[in-house]
């Protein structure tokens, strides 16, 4: 199975801060990556896609990129409403598997 | 508009059989895979199974190959998972989830509330 890592598990930043997460792939997964948000009690929610790809309606705070089997995910200036934990996911393989999540917070 | 609407979920004892289902609206669903995504208490998410738009392709994560069975209805467009021999480590909400292919893969672009699964004696 393709291992997802993510750091920091925690984070805590002030509004208008760049706030960055990394996912790690334990093999390549070409831009097989995608990026969740989950507030609490509710579905999660695609943000970015194949790495780098912003879904239909996300603002445009939240980017992605890759650097071989290392994502990152970023949001350029934090909005409260961005409280919530973040999720990597692979398919370039079976299972899909996900990060154990990075939740962010307000300072 | 996309909707997605688990129903099924409960309360159940060990050993036992529930089967989830997912009503899906506002899309073509025969175009598209589905699957089914759960999340233990406190926990993060773990893929559990997805099939392909026909139907005709599942998959399982290994957690739950052998007691679990995903199937599809197209006629009625919805999407079922029939839980057997269910174990405590079962205890999850489960998420069905459109992926944006006629395969199961690629990316969840539509969630389903969740419906809550609790096996307990």
């Known amino acids: 199975d393709i291992q997802m890592t993510q750091s920091p598990s925690s984070l805590s930043a002030s509004v208008g801060d760049r706030v960055s997460i990394t996912c790690q792939a334990s093999?390549?997964?070409?831009?097989?990556l995608n990026w969740y948000q989950q507030k609490p009690g509710k579905a999660p929610k695609l943000l970015l896609y194949d790495a780098s790809n912003l879904e239909t309606g996300v603002p445009s705070r939240f980017s992605g990129r890759r650097s071989g089997t290392d994502f990152t995910f970023t949001i350029s200036s934090l909005q409260p409403e961005d409280v919530a934990t973040y999720y990597c996911?692979?398919?370039?393989?079976?299972?899909?598997?996900f990060g154990p999540g990075t939740k962010v917070d307000l300072k | 508009e996309v909707q997605l609407l688990e129903s099924g979920g409960g309360l159940i004892q060990p050993g036992g059989s529930l089967r989830l289902s997912c009503a899906a609206s506002?899309?073509?669903?025969?175009?598209?895979?589905m699957n089914w995504v759960r999340q233990a208490p406190g926990k993060g998410l773990e893929w559990v199974s997805g099939?392909?738009?026909?139907?005709?392709?599942?998959f399982y994560a290994d957690s739950v190959k052998g007691r679990f069975t995903i199937s599809r209805d197209n006629s009625k467009n919805t999407l079922f998972l029939r839980l057997d021999s269910l174990r405590a480590g079962d205890t999850a909400i489960y998420y069905c989830?459109?992926?944006?292919?006629?395969?199961?893969?690629?990316?969840?672009?539509?969630w389903g509330q969740g419906i809550p699964v609790t096996v307990s004696p």
């Open positions: 506002g899309f073509i669903f025969k175009n598209y895979g």
């Open positions: 996911q692979q398919y370039d393989d079976l299972p899909i598997t």
């Open positions: 099939i392909s738009g026909s139907g005709d392709t599942t």
């Open positions: 093999q390549v997964i070409s831009i097989h």
């Open positions: 989830a459109k992926a944006d292919y006629h395969d199961s893969r690629g990316h969840f672009d539509f």
